[in-house]
């Protein structure tokens, strides 16, 4: 059973933007959601939360340059990124936990999610 799907990732040179798309179950639709995104040998790094009312936390390395938003009529969620870096490279995941009910959960706790995708690759050249 399919519950999150990521889509929009793609390859742009450094200062470009990508829109990337997540569309969830309405089950979950419910809960904060969050974008974590994982490169190559690193650990994963929660970049980016909303929650149900809209209320957004975002990872120092991405103020300014990221935003997240939702959809709750259509149950899917949405990260803008611009002014895009070669360290922004990764693969970016959709993602959020039963634990996420109306709350922002800090951003450098290592989640073991209960729903995620299955991620779309953001490749940012020099």
């Known amino acids: 059973q399919v519950h999150l799907v990521e889509s929009g990732g793609g390859s742009v040179q450094a200062g470009g933007s990508l829109r990337l798309s997540c569309a969830a179950s309405g089950t979950i639709f419910r809960l904060t959601m969050g974008w974590y995104r994982q490169a190559p040998g690193k650990q994963r790094d929660l970049v980016a939360t909303i929650t149900i009312g809209g209320s957004t936390n975002y990872r120092d390395s991405v103020k300014g340059r990221f935003t997240m938003s939702r959809d709750n009529t259509e149950n899917t969620v949405y990260l803008q990124m611009n002014s895009l870096k070669p360290e922004d490279t990764a693969v970016y995941y959709c993602?959020?936990?039963?634990?996420?009910?109306?709350?922002?959960?800090?951003?450098?706790?290592?989640?073991?999610?209960?729903?995620w995708g299955r991620g779309t690759q953001v490749t940012v050249s020099s």
């Open positions: 993602a959020t936990d039963e634990s996420w009910f109306n709350c922002l959960p800090e951003l450098d706790v290592e989640y073991e999610y209960d729903y």
